[in-house]
T-cell receptor, first 112, second 113 residues
């Protein structure tokens, strides 16, 4: 009974197509985040949300958009996928407790 | 700018003690976190420091010096299952719009028998 789930877990898509990744939580946490993880770069913040319809850009937001229409769901959209967006994408949730983040299991995205 | 540095790789032997260092330069400070990440899995929380000093949790301890921008994670009685990446992360702010963590690139620890 994971409190945070990501879908899909794996996806292969073609260059130029739009792609949407979903993050769903059952913890009622206020804050949600999207990161990408690449070898040699670690985890880098794409976008985050601090409430319904409240979002902001992170370090690597170009080419990505997000939406949060309800507390439970945070969607990440690649508007026109490029090969440089091949990565593992992690969603995380938090409520500012000392435990920091809880991460989803990740989505491995390959753009061909 | 924001910068977090940690060694890329470390090796150690089963039963030994290893210390993974992390230095940071961030625009603010509201806590330092250590996460463990096994290959192909999500990071999981290990420890949290917001005040100077040592936090001990079983075989793992974490130390923080805010004046030096320095932390370390100490792993004792190493086991093979401790082979993983260890991620240092800083929360610069904890206000409404600034709760995000900044991560270092991670330290890959290999434990051999």
């Amino acid at each position: 009974d994971a409190g945070i789930t990501q879908s899909p877990r794996h996806k292969v898509t073609e260059t130029g197509t739009p792609v949407t990744l979903r993050c769903h939580q059952t913890e009622n946490h206020r804050y949600m985040y999207w990161y990408r993880q690449d070898p040699g770069h670690g985890l880098r913040l794409i976008h985050y949300s601090y409430g319904v319809k409240d979002t902001d850009k992170g370090e690597v937001s170009d080419g990505y958009s997000v939406s949060r229409s309800k507390t439970e769901d945070f969607l990440l959209t690649l508007e026109s996928a490029t090969s440089s967006q091949t990565s593992v994408y992690f969603c995380a949730i938090s409520d500012l407790q000392p435990s920091g983040y809880t991460f989803g299991s990740g989505t491995r995205l390959t753009v061909v | 700018g924001q910068n977090i540095d940690q060694p890329t790789e470390m090796t150690a032997t089963e039963g030994a003690i290893v210390q993974i260092n992390c230095t940071y330069q961030t625009s603010g400070f509201n806590g330092l976190f250590w996460y463990q990440q096994h290959a192909g899995e999500a990071p999981t929380f290990l420890s949290y420091n917001v005040l100077d000093g040592l936090e001990e949790k079983g075989r793992f301890s974490s130390f923080l010096s805010r004046s030096k921008g320095y932390s370390y994670l100490l792993l004792k009685e190493l086991q093979m299952k401790d082979s993983a990446s260890y991620l240092c992360a800083v929360r610069p702010r904890a206000n409404q719009a600034g709760t995000a963590l900044i991560f270092g690139k991670g330290t890959t620890l290999s434990v051999s028998s």
